[in-house]
C-alpha cells in the first residue's frame, strides 16, 4: 500500500464529546475527499495520509473503515447523494423541457467541477465490480448507487412527454440513453478538453436522446 501522505495536520484532533463518535466517520470521509481532489489520485487516499489530515493515529480509522476500499466506498456513496441533491435543485418551476436540460446542464458541470470523484465513482482504484466480488459491498448496494440521481432524471423526462414534448414510449430505458450520453460527453470533455466539441453539442444530444419534438 502507498504511504503518500497529504499536509500534516495543524494540530492533534479534538476528542469528540460522548455521544459524538460518529462525528470521527465523517472526519474521515471528508478528508479522503479533499486528499483526492488535491492530488488528482486515488493513491493518495492512504490510511496514514487520511489520519494525518485530521491529526489522529492511523489506528483509530479501522473502529470505521478496515481498509482504503470502503474509504472509497463511502467518498463514493457520499458523491452520488451530492449529485442528486445537484440535480434536484437545478430543476425548477420552468417548462418541463427547460427543467430536462437544467437537470443534464448540472450533471455536465458536476462531471467537470468535480472530476476526480466523478471519475472514481464510475471506476478507478474503487471498482464496483471487484467490491462485490470482495463484499465490501453487497450487489444490491452496488446497484442502488446513483438510482436516486437517475430516478430525478427519468422524472423530468416524464414531465416532457406529459407535456407533450417528447415521443418516448420508455422513459426509463431513454433516460439510461442519455445518461450513456451525459457520461460519455463528461469523460471525453476531460480526457480530450482540446478537442472541438461543437457549442451545442449538449443540447443536440439531449433533444436526440430524449427524444425532444420541436
Given at each position: 500500500m502507498s504511504t503518500t501522505?497529504?499536509?500534516?495536520a495543524t494540530g492533534p484532533r479534538e476528542r469528540n464529546r460522548r455521544g459524538h463518535g460518529g462525528r470521527l466517520r465523517t472526519d474521515i470521509v471528508a478528508a479522503a475527499a479533499e486528499l483526492l481532489d488535491e492530488a488528482g489520485?486515488?493513491?493518495?487516499?492512504?490510511?496514514?495520509?487520511?489520519?494525518?489530515?485530521?491529526?489522529?493515529?492511523?489506528?483509530?480509522?479501522?473502529?470505521?473503515?478496515?481498509?482504503?476500499?470502503?474509504?472509497?466506498?463511502?467518498?463514493?456513496?457520499?458523491?452520488?447523494t451530492e449529485l442528486t441533491d445537484t440535480l434536484r435543485a437545478a430543476i425548477?418551476?420552468?417548462?418541463?423541457?427547460?427543467?430536462?436540460?437544467?437537470?443534464?446542464?448540472?450533471?455536465?458541470?458536476?462531471?467537470?467541477?468535480?472530476?476526480?470523484?466523478?471519475?472514481?465513482?464510475?471506476g478507478g482504484l474503487w471498482n464496483a465490480g471487484d467490491a462485490v466480488d470482495g463484499a465490501t459491498v453487497s450487489a444490491t448496494e452496488a446497484t442502488a448507487l446513483g438510482q436516486d440521481a437517475l430516478?430525478?432524471?427519468?422524472?423530468?423526462?416524464?414531465?416532457?412527454?406529459?407535456?407533450?414534448?417528447?415521443?418516448?414510449?420508455?422513459?426509463?430505458?431513454?433516460?439510461?440513453?442519455?445518461?450513456?450520453?451525459?457520461?460519455g460527453l463528461a469523460h471525453q470533455r476531460?480526457?480530450?478538453?482540446?478537442?472541438?466539441?461543437?457549442a451545442d453539442i449538449a443540447d443536440r444530444m439531449i433533444s436526440s436522446l430524449a427524444r425532444l419534438t420541436g
Open positions: 501522505a497529504g499536509p500534516a489520485n486515488e493513491q493518495a487516499v492512504t490510511l496514514r495520509a487520511v489520519a494525518r489530515r485530521i491529526g489522529i493515529a492511523a489506528p483509530s480509522i479501522y473502529a470505521h473503515f478496515p481498509d482504503r476500499q470502503t474509504i472509497l466506498l463511502a467518498v463514493v456513496q457520499d458523491a452520488f425548477g418551476a420552468d417548462e418541463a423541457v427547460t427543467r430536462l436540460r437544467a437537470a443534464c446542464a448540472a450533471y455536465l458541470d458536476f462531471a467537470a467541477t468535480r472530476p476526480q470523484r466523478y471519475r472514481v465513482m464510475f430516478a430525478v432524471l427519468v422524472t423530468a423526462l416524464d414531465g416532457c412527454v406529459a407535456a407533450g414534448h417528447s415521443t418516448s414510449t420508455d422513459t426509463t430505458a431513454d433516460t439510461i440513453a442519455l445518461w450513456l450520453g451525459l457520461h476531460t480526457v480530450a478538453p482540446g478537442f472541438p466539441f461543437p
